[in-house]
């Protein structure tokens, strides 16, 4: 089964450029990485998503490396609204065709 | 253009019972897909359906179901509940054909307790 890592929790200043790493070993060969955002009381928010190499939208930027075994989701110059629980979803190998979730990093921005 | 709607967003329930969730999918949305969220298990993928036919189910007993209507709104249930289905449970839609490409929007979830 695909194993999604991601550290349990970051502390960053504001206006500070944040690095989030998922590790996933087992991603699908013709997968997307894609990252979540999550407030309390509210359903995950789409950041961004790619396949490989890097992908940027205004929001955020997505760095994948060759093997794709791991993605790196930068946030340039957080704020505090910044501050939440942000998630990667890749999908299975095995061909079970099962979406999972990371275990969520909670980043916290301090003033 | 309104967001996904799920509908309770909080129930009690009594070990044993069963319980029906509904999620009403962003109007042209044919991909519903359900979620189940604990403090311990995080966010952990049911099921997806997909022109009211399920293309994908997650690891989860039986006693979790799931359906999707013609006009894509999707229901699912879980029947002799116990303790451990205490759960936020979230649903998402998307247009993609293509699960796990473009972009899923989630509703706020469905809060159940069981005691």
């Known amino acids: 089964l695909a194993k999604t890592t991601q550290p349990i929790s970051m502390d960053s200043y504001e206006g500070q450029e944040v690095n989030i790493t998922c590790s996933h070993n087992n991603i699908a060969t013709n997968d997307y990485i894609t990252w979540y955002q999550q407030f309390p009381s509210q359903g995950p928010r789409f950041i961004i998503q790619g396949y490989k190499t890097k992908v940027t939208n205004e929001v955020a930027s997505l760095f994948i490396p060759a093997d794709r075994k791991s993605s790196t989701l930068s946030l340039p110059r957080v704020s505090l609204s910044d501050t939440a629980v942000y998630y990667c979803l890749v999908s299975d190998q095995t061909g079970a065709n099962n979406l999972f979730f990371g275990t969520g990093t909670r980043l916290t921005v301090i003033p | 253009k309104a967001g996904v709607t799920q509908t309770p967003r909080y129930l009690i329930k009594t070990r044993g019972q069963q319980v029906t969730l509904s999620c009403s999918p962003i109007?042209?949305?044919?991909?519903v897909s359900w979620y189940q969220q604990t403090p311990g298990q995080g966010l952990q993928f049911l099921f997806e359906y997909f022109s009211e036919t399920q293309r994908n189910k997650g690891n989860f007993p039986g006693r979790f179901s799931g359906r999707q209507f013609s006009n894509s709104r999707s229901e699912m249930n879980v029947s002799t509940l116990e303790l451990g289905d205490s759960a936020l449970y979230l649903c998402?839609?998307?247009?993609?054909?293509?699960?796990?490409?473009?972009?899923?929007?989630f509703g706020e979830g469905s809060r159940l307790t069981v005691l």
């Open positions: 109007s042209g949305h044919r991909s």
């Open positions: 998402a839609s998307s247009t993609q054909r293509e699960y796990n490409t473009g972009e899923l929007f």
